[in-house]
């Protein structure tokens, strides 16, 4: 390549030029290992936040919701902010998967398996809260159009239902997107380790995948597209999260910008999720000539661009709120900004628009410990912006004498901690098990991985480049 | 004891673990392998190989190598048209079930929005056409058009695979190509810059007809699975679970059913009982309560007849009067032939009665017909009682009232 | 790279100057005829040539922020394009003047008699809305401006600091933009009708602007290139990335107007609702109902196959159609206040319509006489001729 990578924003993807070999020990050698004390104590924490959110789920099953602060006015509150949470957390993995793999950002190769588990694994949390928020979540099959002794059927009218299946959707497909491409990794795993037991598990989940050209030639059109698919579905997905609002009449959540702010705000929360766990995640496994600075810079941008849209949406809904003239509008934003839960509204504003600001400065995004500062505060920020959304609207609406003030119990938080230990074992347990970056694609991004010729049968060798 | 199976287990996966595997390979050459170094090389040796006639060979990279479909001389993949087909069944199949669900099967209003619109059935036909666009990929790709799992092919578990799933490149030709010759294909790869030449037998397996997934052993460790599986399942949800908070259905609910104990109160009883001097609304004491006929100072209708009062009667009649007395008060009501069938209220005694007296009988019940006061409040038994009088006129009308309706 | 600049064939001026001058004539016509009439085809038309020629910009910048090297060799296309902006900058002039016709908000006896407006003066006030639209322009001349003249410097000097200064520049361009097409959107559009309100119009308007602005530039490139003026090395890998652009584009105008549509569709509050009406009466149910189809939906199923992506004559054939949707699309959000009872096609719409592709066709003309037509300097140029899907 010619031509200067400061203005193309390409990047070397593997630094330090490692060979294919090197490749596949680098990326196996977590799943080969016996877990280090970093893997224990992290995995013993996220185990303990897992048991207390166990504990009181079993708490809210045993005595109903009525252990949650949730009250009149208030209706939704921690449970439906968590599943707004979490499942923007798992925008990003598809995201990156799909539509970066769609712009041909290739970049994207060696931490598109990582943030797709991510995904999978944040929407297995999310689903989580809206099936406990019915409140007897064993009936959770009366949410899907199934044939039932009472001759009745859904509510296909309701965003609600769109949710179920919006968020199934969504799980499965990315789940066969994952699943897709950890097939040709298995196959290499399977011939590189020595033990008969992996051997035999990895035989089976690798389906006999032999690296045939007759089959990659099938996979690559199939992976395309399921990335062309999985594109408007990962909008679709947070659009339909959004339509939960914003069909409604209510002031705050009824606003026509709310799909594709959801959507950015989706993928800001989720990059940066991603950014919050890959840093810790090249430091452990010694990963940082794959997962390099570059990629977290790059990250680090898109952080700042979609945080602009955030920015973008709140400033509108609060001028149109003004120019509406409606004084029920006007009210709503008044009291987020000034009202009792300002201090929320505020988090939420510096957290998403004001310190991402840092962005802009070349030494921040290539700053490890200030991006790590920087993006656990957008969780919080994206985790209050959903509590403002909700609580906010909801605590103050058209009836000052049933206004009241939401207070989540202990319950509540517990829970909120147990979703984060759902999430994270089930993240530590993937990156002890499986190849945590795509051992091919990785190496078909190598530099000189690709033929220089494109021969045709019995043809000559055409050069190009 | 426990922990002596554990280690016997622990015992015999290690063993496991340690064993070569052994499998036999046949002598029926399935196939000549080469290997290469570089991305030119195999490229080349490809597009040599597919020009030179050979149909039955294939390439082995460790990654999808770009420009190699061409090389090869494939047409390009058709699991899109598998992808497109299912995407629109899911489309389809989604806008019906829509539709027929909620327009057709259980039409409801909600929100007063039509029971079918196309703006709310977007969203789900939306999901449903990705969702099996994106199962027919996936399913295509692999079962369909690579013809996966396929476990035991013979470059399995051979040098050859173990090098093109890490850092080489290979090619092979298969034995059962019409242009296969041993010599020949060698002298072709060599020239090609094979480093290595391999040949690859068919495994015995292979060439056996029995498959594996007709194994006794193997349907009846899916059978014991399965049972068990059932079992199971049937005695937690049906036997454990049954009433145990908070799978019971509610049924033991935090509060006190009428009628039941309670010893929070000082009398035990879970009901309470209304203040001293006071009445509930609705529920005047009646003066005659209890007494004969003859002893009674007979009531005239405080309600007016009016069409409100009529059809509450009606409505009150039917549900509290007609299981009895029949719907239109001729004695041959639904609970007749399992309880003593009342006499007409059409016959003379009745017609002649004042209001007063049906408002008696009603009140403090006649003969094995129970007292009604407990059901039915004051103004209800007034409103019955005009309801049972247009009963009476309607069946004894005269020519008089049918001129008069005109 | 090898470039040789050859001039474009005279046919296209004349056509782009034939188009200019029946439309004037027209527009004359109408003014004379219906003034408030021509002030809405006026506007129209205007907004037409905001979402080309800003829209241009926007992609402009939009190539440097993200690094992208396939468009390079077209980049020059969307620059000239956005040459419309100066022209617009005097175009606005007269539309300024017939504020009165246009806007019911600026009539003084309405104010007076509408609470709900009286609370809203403070922003739709006639001499904030000069004020604004002075910004709005500034933003976009200066930006213009810059982009361009780093852009044209760099095919002499050949100098990567230029490069570097543009991706800073799009940045700052790429929040500006965004801002100011909301507002241009708002004022100008929205406020038609004074009382209506939705957060989601300036995106709506933004997706229209991407949606067109790409439309034309793939026509003049796949059109530039076929008659051999670009290089020979581009290839079906970059017809089908406009293929897939376009695509991509129309799905997101259909995603954001299906949104707004269905939110105020389901919710039902008349203060919202009284928009889509107007757009059902009489003859106007139809013409929403072919939006859908016109915008989206044909469009959608004839680029969705992989082949017709690289097809250079439907290439330019959707294209041009997707400048057909686009004033659809803005007549749709502006006529309905002018013809309240049902649309109206006549020939003073068509005269504003060969008015602005005379015009577009002119600037490109005049500019690509002068500057070459691929940016033979720019550092991306090597590897976006080399581009290869895979």
Same mark, same amino acid.
């Given at each position: 390549m010619s031509f200067d990578s400061t203005y193309t924003r390409e990047l070397p993807l593997v630094e330090a030029k490692k060979s294919f070999k090197e490749i596949d020990e680098v990326i196996a050698l977590p799943t080969e290992t016996k877990p280090t004390k970093g893997w224990w104590i992290a995995f013993s924490i996220s185990s303990t936040a897992l048991l207390i959110g166990a504990?009181?789920?079993?708490?809210?099953?045993?005595?109903?919701?009525?252990?949650?602060?949730?009250?009149?006015?208030?209706?939704?509150?921690?449970?439906?902010?968590?599943?707004?949470?979490?499942?923007?957390?798992?925008?990003?993995?598809?995201?990156?998967?799909?539509?970066?793999?769609?712009?041909?950002?290739?970049?994207?190769?060696g931490i598109a398996r990582f943030a797709e588990a991510m995904t999978i694994f944040a929407v297995m949390t999310a689903g989580i809260f809206p099936i406990i928020h019915t409140g007897r979540p064993w009936l959770a099959g009366y949410l899907l159009p199934l044939p039932n002794q009472n001759g009745v059927w859904v509510n296909f009218s309701s965003p609600l239902l769109w949710d179920v299946f919006a968020v199934s959707t969504y799980f499965t497909i990315s789940f066969l997107f994952w699943g897709l491409g950890l097939v040709p990794d298995l196959a290499t795993l399977r011939d590189k380790t020595t033990s008969k037991i992996k051997k035999t598990i990895y035989s089976v989940l690798s389906l006999g995948w032999t690296n045939s050209n007759r089959n990659w030639s099938n996979y690559e059109r199939a992976y395309l597209i399921l990335a062309g698919i999985s594109t408007p579905l990962v909008l679709s997905v947070h659009t339909i999260v959004s339509f939960d609002f914003a069909v409604s009449v209510l002031p705050g959540w009824h606003t026509t910008i709310f799909p594709p702010y959801f959507v950015a705000g989706a993928i800001f929360s989720g990059f940066g999720m991603v950014s919050t766990v890959l840093i810790l995640v090249r430091k452990v496994f010694n990963m940082e000539h794959i997962i390099t600075i570059g990629h977290l810079e790059k990250m680090n941008k898109i952080l700042l661009a979609t945080g602009m849209m955030v920015g973008y949406?709140?400033?509108?809904?609060?001028?149109?709120?003004?120019?509406?003239?409606?004084?029920?509008?006007?009210?709503?934003?008044?009291?987020?900004?000034?009202?009792?839960y300002a201090w929320t509204y505020w988090t939420m504003v510096?957290?998403?628009?004001?310190?991402?600001?840092?962005?802009?400065?070349?030494?921040?995004?290539?700053?490890?410990?200030?991006?790590?500062?920087?993006?656990?505060?957008?969780?919080?920020?994206?985790?209050?912006?959903?509590?403002?959304?909700?609580?906010?609207? !909801?605590?103050?609406?058209?009836?000052?004498?049933?206004?009241?003030m939401y207070y989540p119990t202990l319950v509540d938080l517990g829970l909120l901690l147990g979703s984060f230990g759902f999430f994270f074992t089930f993240l530590l347990l993937f990156l002890k098990t499986l190849p945590l970056v795509s051992i091919s694609e990785i190496k078909a991004v190598v530099e000189g991985a690709q033929p220089t010729i494109h021969p045709l049968p019995g043809g000559n060798g055409q050069h190009h480049d | 004891m426990v922990s002596i199976m554990i280690k016997k287990l622990i015992n015999s996966l290690k063993e496991y673990d340690s064993k070569a595997d052994t499998e036999h390979r046949s002598k029926k050459l399935f196939g000549l392998a080469a290997l290469y170094n570089t991305p030119n090389e195999i490229i080349t040796a490809a597009a040599d190989v597919a020009g030179k006639g050979y149909e039955k060979f294939d390439v082995y990279t460790p990654y999808p190598m770009h420009g190699m479909d061409d090389a090869m001389g494939m047409k390009s993949s058709k699991v899109g048209y598998v992808s497109f087909a299912l995407g629109l069944t899911g489309m389809c199949l989604a806008l019906l079930m829509i539709w027929w669900m909620s327009s057709v099967n259980y039409p409801n209003i909600i929100g007063g929005k039509p029971f079918f619109a196309l703006p709310a059935s977007i969203p789900i036909t939306f999901e449903g056409t990705v969702l099996l666009t994106g199962i027919a990929t996936? !399913?295509?790709?692999?079962?369909?058009?690579?013809?996966?799992?396929?476990?035991?092919?013979?470059?399995?578990?051979?040098?050859?695979?173990?090098?093109?799933?890490?850092?080489?490149?290979? !090619?092979?030709?298969?034995?059962?190509?019409?242009?296969?010759?041993?010599?020949?294909? #060698?002298?072709?790869?060599?020239?090609?810059?094979?480093?290595?030449?391999?040949?690859?037998?068919? #495994?015995?397996?292979?060439?056996?007809?029995?498959?594996?997934?007709?194994?006794?052993?193997?349907?009846?460790?899916?059978?014991?699975?399965?049972?068990?599986?059932?079992?199971?399942?049937?005695?937690?949800?049906?036997?454990?679970?049954?009433?145990?908070?908070?799978?019971?259905?509610?049924w033991n609910q935090a509060k006190i059913n009428s009628q039941s104990?309670?010893?929070?109160?000082?009398?035990?009883?879970?009901? #309470?009982?209304?203040?001293?001097?006071?009445?509930?609304?609705?529920?005047?004491?009646?003066?005659?309560?209890?007494?004969?006929?003859?002893?009674v100072k007979l009531l005239s209708n405080p309600l007016a007849v009016s069409r409100k009062v009529l059809e509450r009667g009606q409505e009150r009649f039917n549900i509290y009067c007609s299981p009895c007395h029949g719907y239109f008060g001729e004695g041959d009501g639904r609970m007749r032939d399992q309880f003593p069938k009342p006499p007409s209220l059409h016959n003379q005694k009745v017609l002649n009665w004042p209001d007063g007296n049906i408002f008696h009988v009603i009140t403090n019940g006649q003969n094995v017909m129970p007292s009604y006061a407990e059901q039915v409040p004051v103004d209800d038994r007034w409103a019955i009682i005009h309801y049972i009088r247009a009963?009476?006129?309607s069946k004894n009308a005269s020519d008089e009232d049918l001129t008069k309706s005109k | 790279m090898d470039y040789k600049k050859k001039p474009l064939p005279p046919i296209v001026g004349k056509a782009g100057f034939g188009l200019l001058g029946i439309g004037l004539v027209l527009i004359i016509l109408a003014f004379a005829v219906n003034t408030q009439r021509a002030f809405f085809d006026y506007l129209w038309m205007y907004m037409f040539l905001v979402s080309v020629g800003v829209g241009s910009l926007a992609l402009v910048a939009l190539e440097y922020l993200v690094g992208a090297t396939w468009s390079t060799p077209f980049r020059r296309i969307s620059?000239?394009?956005?040459?419309?902006?100066?022209?617009?900058?005097?175009?606005?002039?007269?539309?300024?003047?017939?504020?009165?016709?246009?806007?019911?908000?600026?009539?003084?006896?309405?104010?007076?008699?509408?609470?709900?407006?009286?609370?809203?003066?403070?922003?739709?006030?006639?001499?904030?809305?000069?004020? #604004?639209?002075?910004?709005?322009?500034?933003?976009? !001349?200066a930006f213009y401006f810059l982009f361009i003249r780093n852009s044209q410097r760099q095919d002499n000097t050949k100098d990567p600091a230029l490069t570097r200064q543009?991706?800073?520049?799009?940045?700052?361009?790429?929040?500006?933009?965004?801002?100011?097409?909301?507002?241009?959107?708002?004022?100008?559009?929205?406020?038609?009708?004074?009382?209506?309100?939705?957060?989601?119009?300036?995106?709506?308007?933004?997706?229209?602007?991407l949606y067109v602005s790409f439309a034309v530039a793939a026509f003049c490139a796949v059109k530039l290139n076929e008659n051999g003026y670009l290089s020979e090395r581009l290839s079906n890998n970059h017809y089908y990335s406009f293929g897939a652009f376009m695509f991509a584009f129309n799905i997101f105008w259909a995603y954001i107007a299906f949104s707004q549509y269905m939110l105020i569709w389901y919710a039902d509050i008349p203060e919202e609702t009284f928009w889509v009406i107007m757009r059902m009466k009489g003859s106007w149910a139809y013409y929403s109902i072919g939006l859908v189809f016109v915008h989206f939906i044909i469009p959608f199923i004839i680029l969705l196959p992989r082949s017709s992506k690289v097809r250079p004559g439907l290439l330019t054939k959707m294209a041009v159609w997707f400048v057909i949707a686009h004033f659809y699309d803005l007549y749709w959000l502006i006529m309905p206040t002018y013809f309240k009872e049902g649309f109206v096609f006549g020939w003073s719409e068509l005269g504003f319509m060969m008015f602005a592709v005379g015009l577009i066709i002119t600037v490109f003309r005049i500019r690509a006489a002068k500057v070459n037509l691929v940016p033979v300097g720019d550092p991306k140029l090597e590897s976006g001729l080399n581009f290869h899907l895979n």
């Open positions: 504990f009181c789920l079993s708490l809210t099953f045993y005595y109903g919701i009525g252990m949650w602060g949730n009250n009149n006015p208030v209706g939704w509150a921690f449970d439906i902010i968590n599943f707004v949470f979490w499942i923007g957390i798992g925008h990003a993995g598809t995201l990156i998967s799909a539509i970066l793999f769609l712009f041909r950002q290739k970049w994207r190769t949406a709140y400033g509108m809904e609060f001028f149109i709120a003004w120019y509406s003239g409606n004084t029920f509008e006007q009210f709503v934003f008044i009291n987020r900004a000034f009202g009792p510096s957290c998403n628009v004001i310190f991402p600001q840092l962005f802009w400065f070349k030494k921040v995004r290539r700053s490890i410990p200030i991006t790590m500062v920087l993006v656990i505060l957008v969780n919080v920020g994206m985790w209050f912006e959903r509590f403002v959304i909700i609580v906010t609207s !909801l605590h103050r609406d058209f009836l000052p004498s049933s206004w009241a | 996936v !399913l295509g790709v692999l079962i369909l058009f690579n013809q996966l799992p396929k476990i035991n092919s013979p470059l399995n578990d051979t040098d050859f695979m173990k090098r093109v799933t890490s850092d080489k490149f290979g !090619l092979v030709i298969n034995a059962d190509d019409e242009k296969f010759i041993d010599a020949d294909v #060698r002298k072709l790869f060599l020239s090609g810059g094979a480093f290595e030449v391999q040949e690859i037998y068919y #495994r015995e397996t292979n060439l056996g007809i029995k498959t594996p997934i007709f194994d006794g052993k193997f349907i009846s460790i899916i059978f014991a699975t399965a049972i068990l599986t059932a079992i199971i399942t049937y005695v937690t949800l049906n036997i454990v679970l049954y009433d145990v908070v908070p799978f019971d259905w509610m104990k309670s010893d929070f109160f000082p009398n035990k009883a879970g009901m #309470r009982e209304p203040v001293n001097g006071t009445v509930a609304r609705g529920f005047l004491p009646y003066e005659y309560k209890g007494m004969p006929d003859s002893s009963l009476q006129r | 620059e000239f394009l956005s040459s419309l902006i100066p022209v617009l900058a005097i175009l606005v002039i007269p539309l300024l003047f017939g504020m009165h016709d246009l806007f019911h908000w600026t009539h003084p006896e309405t104010l007076q008699n509408d609470p709900i407006l009286q609370s809203k003066a403070p922003y739709l006030n006639v001499n904030f809305f000069i004020i #604004r639209v002075a910004i709005v322009f500034a933003v976009w !001349l543009s991706i800073k520049l799009s940045a700052v361009f790429a929040i500006l933009f965004i801002i100011t097409i909301s507002i241009t959107a708002v004022d100008w559009m929205m406020s038609l009708e004074y009382h209506w309100y939705s957060t989601m119009f300036g995106v709506y308007y933004f997706s229209g602007t």
